[in-house]
């Protein structure tokens, strides 16, 4: 998933929305356009505002480099983002730094954010994570504050991506089959193959098994056929990412993890998401990344 990044100004915002001037009475689009500009001056909002659930619209667009304000919108109307979380950066006595920031940014949102939107699948197309963080100047202030957000870089979407009602049994799929995720992509080892780090992939191939194997034993309370289907295929998948994690070499890891790899291709859960009413569309990214 590609992760935006937007700072925030300790600066104001009395300058950042002027009121359109009307340069002849009676003239219907200077009319049209004053209204416009004083909707949008109501509306305008602190970035440092910016609570979860608030539907926005960027002063200075999704991917520019610092917000001074936004735009807070109802989300029936059409707009560009929306906030999902938010948490402060703790441990830090100093501003970590632009990379820091993003660092810890893109560790923590996707799990934040998940409180918020547990099935990232039903997500509208284009819309992606990105997230406010601190600037050094903000940070002298006491600003510790990060606010994860999907947003569109281009275009909107309307609606709220606030979760719905889950029953039990979607609760508990989304709950597993989120941190199965998490698990393979937050202990990703920065070495490109195994063999440049084998111990780093094989605690990789731990975690994954762990995660599965409390997925697992979630669904054994979930009775519906597709779904008992999928944990028996996800039964053999858990043993193959625990062969990963013990094996004794290279080639043994890899046999291991290309049949673990392959069981958690996200096509192969379509049937028990049909079947427990979830999305079954698969997220691009995520399809592109299985599709080799």
């Not at 990060?146 to 909107?156: F, I, L, P, Q």
């Not at 008992?228 to 043993?239: D, F, G, W």
């Amino acid at each position: 998933m590609f992760f935006g990044v937007t700072s925030r100004s300790a600066r104001g915002i009395s300058a950042a929305v002027a009121l359109l001037a009307i340069g002849a009475v009676g003239c219907a689009d200077a009319i049209d356009s004053a209204k416009a500009g004083a909707k949008k001056a109501v509306r305008t909002r602190s970035v440092f505002s910016l609570a979860p659930g608030d539907c926005y619209n960027p002063n200075s667009g999704a991917t520019e480099s610092e917000e001074f304000s936004v735009e807070i919108v109802p989300c029936e109307e059409a707009h560009e983002g929306q906030v999902v979380g938010e948490f402060d950066i703790e441990g830090e006595k100093e501003y970590p730094g632009d990379d820091g920031a993003t660092a810890i940014a893109d560790k923590q949102c996707p799990a934040v954010s998940q409180k918020f939107v547990s099935d990232t699948w039903a997500i509208p197309e284009g819309v992606d994570l990105f997230y406010y963080y601190p600037t050094s100047e903000s940070w002298k202030t006491g600003d510790r504050a990060v606010s994860c957000a999907y947003a569109k870089e281009s275009g909107t979407f309307s609606g709220s991506l606030a979760n719905k009602s889950l029953t039990a049994d979607q609760a508990a799929y989304l709950k597993g089959s989120n941190a199965v995720y998490e698990a393979l992509w937050n202990n990703q080892p920065e070495a490109e193959q195994p063999e440049d780090d084998l111990a780093g992939y094989k605690k990789q191939a731990k975690a994954v098994s762990g995660a599965l194997n409390t997925h697992l034993t979630a669904l054994k309370g979930v009775e519906q056929p597709q779904t008992v289907k999928l944990r028996s295929q996800l039964t053999k998948t858990a043993e193959a990412w625990e062969d990963a994690a013990s094996a004794g070499n290279v080639d043994d890891f890899y046999i291991a993890y290309d049949l673990g790899f392959t069981g958690i291709d996200p096509t192969k859960t379509v049937a028990a998401r049909k079947e427990l009413k979830l999305a079954t569309t698969v997220p691009a990214d995520d399809a592109e990344v299985w599709a080799g």
